[in-house]
């Protein structure tokens, strides 16, 4: 039993009584990473070790380029002995980019795990909806371009409706890499790793045996391609998720297991100073590998 209610703020601390014990749980501190006003993707190499910094997956166009040199820099990156992703506090947005890094560093079968997207179905509503949020949140809803932009979109809609409304990919991809990586793989995660940033963690320990080190992340990685939709009488908006992954173990609301916990104090500090604690954690052989 916990003895803390479930109403009002989180307690700082809570007791767990057990049958034959109780224990004092305390709130871990959240360190917050210092440089998420950075690029959205940086590497450097510092000794033996590529250091991957992701911060986001989302962004205007300077961001947008700079993620589309992620894979560009594969060549750079698997010179080096071991890689380090650090996607701390990354919040997600789209991942393609990474996938095209794992493409280039994966040889051989792995599961990415079950979708099911009944995104087809709702395309062109879709579109629909995220213009009609666009122009209620720019205020521009009752101009003559915005109206003129939805007639056009409408036909658009119209013209291309769809039947299919559920698509099903099992989730198995070969990997065919002229280059793999051979190392060890680390990635650094906390408690702000969301949505798509999680994909990193996932995906590259599925397919290149990473190990995932730090905290539990934020635990919105199970539902995705979020659309939103207008409702016609209020004029609110609200966001829907079209696709359900299923890869292995359910990590809504609970977030990724992390192979090794770093302490609280660890969680802030740079990548580049933990590296004689993954030194400690690679020597040990702890967390997965295929």
């Given at each position: 039993?916990?003895a803390?209610s479930t ?8 007791r767990?009584?057990?049958p ?12 917050v ?10 590497s450097?190499?510092?000794?033996d ?5 992701v911060?986001r ?5 300077a961001?947008l380029?700079?993620?589309?040199e ?6 750079k990156?698997?010179r ?9 506090s990354n ?11 794992i493409?280039?560093?994966?040889a051989?079968?792995?599961n990415?795990?079950v ?7 709702v ?6 909806n ?6 209620l949140v720019s205020?521009?809803i ?6 003129a932009?939805r ?8 013209a291309?409706?769809?039947d299919?409304?559920?698509e ?6 070969e990997?065919?890499a ?6 060890p793989?680390?990635?650094?995660v ?7 940033g999680?994909?990193?963690?996932q995906?590259l320990?599925?397919?290149l ?6 905290e539990?992340s934020?635990?919105f990685?199970d539902?995705g ?7 016609p009488?209020?004029g ?8 359900r ?7 809504e609301m ?6 090794t916990?770093l ?10 100073a ?6 400690a954690?690679?020597a040990?052989?702890?967390g997965?590998?295929?």
């Open positions: 039993m916990i803390a109403l009002g703020p989180s307690p700082a601390a809570i767990l009584r057990c034959s014990s109780e224990l004092a749980l305390a709130r871990r501190s959240r360190a990473p210092s440089d998420l006003g950075g690029p959205a993707y940086t450097a190499i510092v000794g070790t590529a250091i991957l910094r911060r997956f989302a962004g205007d166009d961001d380029a700079k993620l589309e992620l894979p560009a820099d594969y060549a990156h698997r080096a002995r071991r890689i380090v992703f650090d996607v701390r919040g997600g947005g789209d991942d393609s980019t990474l996938f095209k890094w493409f280039q560093a994966a051989g079968p792995w990415q795990g979708t099911v997207d009944f995104s087809a179905g395309g062109p509503c879709r579109d629909w995220a213009l009609v949020v666009g122009q205020g521009e009752d101009g003559v371009d915005a109206i932009e007639d056009a979109a409408l036909a658009t809609l119209t291309t409706a769809s299919e409304v559920l099903v990919d099992a989730g198995l991809r990997g065919r002229e280059r793999p990586f051979a190392g793989i680390f990635v650094l906390d408690r702000g790793t969301a949505s798509s999680e994909s990193v963690p995906y320990r599925l397919a045996g990473a190990r995932v080190i730090g539990r934020a635990g990685v539902f391609n979020v659309v939103p939709f207008v409702l009488r209020t609110l908006w609200v966001q829907v998720p079209t696709t992954f299923f890869s292995g173990r359910s990590a609970v977030g990724l297991e992390v192979d916990y302490d609280a104090e660890l969680m802030g500090q740079p990548a580049e933990l590296l004689p604690v993954i030194d954690i690679e040990a052989g702890a997965p590998r295929r």
